[in-house]
């Protein structure tokens, strides 16, 4: 069975600053994806970043990227210069072989003027 | 990136009544989902909709409450059925793009059952 673990229900951050978002994972499978995903009060499900976990090489999106462990199974984002526009409900996720998704119970983050 | 349209996007209806939620993809796409998120919660796996094939339920959901079609590659429903107030939720559909290796989600339908 696959597990996600978001340890910080809630975080908030000031505008401009840096912040990281914790994520642990459990899985037997080798060969598998992780997500970070952004859902705004308009409930849209929008993908931030996803890392292969065959890829030592951390992933980046612009302001967006991560810290991947895969011996310790953690995968934390980090979000550079906060906007306001990045407060949201933040969800990291697990994809394996089944093709299903298994999801955290997210991070609420408020970006603070 | 696939565009997938949902609807309705929200609805409030009776208890005992069925709602039946649409889910339309812009390109062909193997793999659909159905995934609830009741409210302050995560997201849960509903079932896998497969194209001229039964539906495949999760733990704890069952056909007869929650029936799934898919007569092609972009289209799927899912109806929520005989619906009680613990049915409200949002409830999303999700497909896998082309390389199998992303899962966009639709804008998702926030029902509410009184």
């Known amino acids: 069975a696959q597990t996600v673990t978001q340890s910080q229900p809630e975080m908030s951050v000031q505008e401009a600053e840096t912040v990281t978002l914790s994520c642990t994972y459990d899985?037997?499978?080798?060969?598998?994806?992780l997500f970070w995903y952004k859902q705004p009060p308009s409930r849209q499900m929008i993908l931030v970043i996803r890392?292969?976990?065959?890829?030592?090489q951390n992933a980046t999106e612009n302001r967006f990227s991560v810290n991947f462990q895969k011996a310790a199974k953690s995968f934390s984002l980090k979000i550079s210069d906060s906007q306001l526009g990045d407060t949201a409900m933040y969800f990291c996720?697990?994809?394996?072989?089944?093709?299903?998704?298994?999801f955290g119970k997210g991070t609420l983050l408020t970006v603070n003027p | 990136s696939a565009v997938i349209s949902q609807k309705p996007s929200r609805d409030i209806c009776q208890r005992g009544t069925s709602l039946t939620i649409q889910c339309q993809v812009d390109?062909?796409?193997?793999?659909m989902f159905w995934y609830r998120q009741q409210p302050g919660q995560s997201l849960t796996l509903i079932a896998t909709?497969?194209?001229?094939?039964?539906?495949?339920?999760e733990s704890g959901f069952v056909i007869d409450k929650f029936p799934i079609s898919r007569p092609n590659l972009t289209f799927s429903t899912l109806t929520v059925s005989n619906m009680s107030p613990e049915d409200s939720s949002i409830y999303l559909c999700?497909?896998?793009?082309?390389?199998?290796?992303?899962?966009?989600f639709g804008s998702g339908t926030q029902l509410s059952v009184l």
């Open positions: 999700s497909v896998a793009g082309t390389t199998n290796e992303k899962l966009f």
């Open positions: 899985t037997s499978e080798s060969n598998y994806y």
């Open positions: 890392q292969e976990a065959y890829k030592q």
């Open positions: 996720a697990l994809w394996g072989s089944n093709y299903k998704l298994t």
């Open positions: 390109s062909q796409v193997t793999m």
């Open positions: 909709a497969n194209q001229g094939s039964e539906a495949t339920y």
